[in-house]
């Protein structure tokens, strides 16, 4: 198996410019069809980035916050219109996250952005609140012993406990997005009926959520298992206001994504480098990879907004940060093939007969 820390290390050392130079080339240089005009608003897919809360929310080191404040920062300047910033969960739950009113109050705003962040409590929503969000995301399961694990209540509890949040948030002007976990499969219970996530789908978008994301937390999913989800969810929950969250456990995200697409998704979650996971479903593999997700969307005419060349050195920037390889295949292939052009340049040329060279003395 290739090591690409090397080459992430190399890469680092090389000056920017020059760097982002063997990217564009490396991307002008691949076969990969151009993205759709972004006037074409039936070909335009949102991208939900997630990596700054999902990606890093579980990392085992410290992560400074000076660090996610330049990691969203950084994702805000490659044409994402959606960044996920943090969470304003309990610390003792999630140290990770212990920061969020520093990084969402630091971070530097562009209008056509939004930074929202996940509340999963009234307590968070007030610090939220507090700190000028203007978009938090609340979540749910489809399945019973999935919650009682995360959360520690039932699924119809849950519904309870997000009832007032998202009403707070309304009457507050805050936007509220819904997560429903577990939309295919449960590490305890197995398969998951689509008629369990029609139902907590509907009464999350009945509540007040202007969009539900369809997680499938342990990546089990398949094209044929999304088209029967998606077909039984968009019955009671229109299309055009729900989103895929796909895992790559199994290398099935991509297609699922191509699936959701199909049948008329236009939103889509996904995390730079593919960073991210979830404790509470174990053998779970990170979220499909940004990077992954913009060049199939760019090679099907879709449009997106996302420079790639940028995605590719912000995903390159933050895995160097962590210490890790970047999960994303397609940034990965482009930084090997732009490395591999900007060494051939750097190397010096050899002495000829025309051009001797002169030792000194």
Not at 146 to 171: D, G, M, W, Y
Not at 318 to 334: C, Q
Request: glycine share 8%; net charge positive; hydrophobic share 40%.
């Amino acid at each position: 198996m290739m090591n690409v820390r090397p080459v992430s290390n190399f890469a680092i050392n090389l000056t920017r410019g020059a760097f982002s130079q063997s990217i564009k080339r490396a991307l002008n240089t691949t076969p990969a069809p151009v993205a759709a005009p972004l006037s074409s608003k039936s070909r335009f897919v949102k991208i939900v980035e997630v990596g700054p809360r999902d990606g890093l929310q579980n990392e085992k080191q410290v992560i400074p916050a000076e660090t996610k404040i330049e990691f969203i920062n950084r994702l805000s300047d490659t044409g994402l219109s959606v960044v996920e910033a943090t969470s304003f969960v309990s610390p003792k739950w999630v140290p990770q996250m212990g920061d969020a009113t520093k990084v969402i109050t630091s971070i530097k705003k562009k209008d056509n952005v939004n930074y929202p962040c996940l509340t999963p409590n009234t307590q968070g929503l007030d610090a939220a609140i507090k700190a000028g969000v203007k978009e938090v995301a609340v979540f749910l399961a489809a399945s019973d012993s999935f919650s009682k694990k995360n959360i520690n209540c039932t699924v119809e509890e849950s519904f309870e406990r997000v009832r007032p949040l998202i009403t707070k948030a309304q009457e507050h002007g805050i936007l509220v997005r819904g997560y429903v976990s577990c939309v295919v499969g449960c590490p305890y219970e197995g398969p998951i009926s689509p008629r369990k996530v029609a139902e907590v789908s509907k009464k999350l978008y009945d509540m007040g959520c202007y969009e539900i994301s369809l997680g499938d937390t342990i990546g089990v999913g398949t094209p044929g298992t999304v088209r029967d989800l998606l077909q039984t969810v968009s019955q009671v929950v229109p299309m055009k206001a729900l989103a895929v969250h796909c895992h790559d456990t199994y290398g099935q995200a991509l297609a699922n994504i191509h699936c959701a697409l199909e049948m008329g998704v236009r939103v889509v979650d996904s995390s730079m480098a593919g960073l991210g996971g979830c404790p509470y479903a174990p053998g779970a593999s990170g979220n499909v990879a940004t990077e992954d997700v913009v060049y199939m969307l760019h090679g099907m005419h879709y449009s997106t907004g996302v420079d790639l060349q940028k995605a590719i050195e912000t995903g390159n920037w933050i895995s160097d940060r962590l210490g890790k390889a970047n999960g994303s295949k397609a940034a990965r292939a482009l930084t090997l093939k732009a490395v591999a052009a900007a060494a051939a340049n750097a190397a010096p040329c050899p002495p000829t007969p025309e051009s001797p060279v002169k030792s000194k003395l």
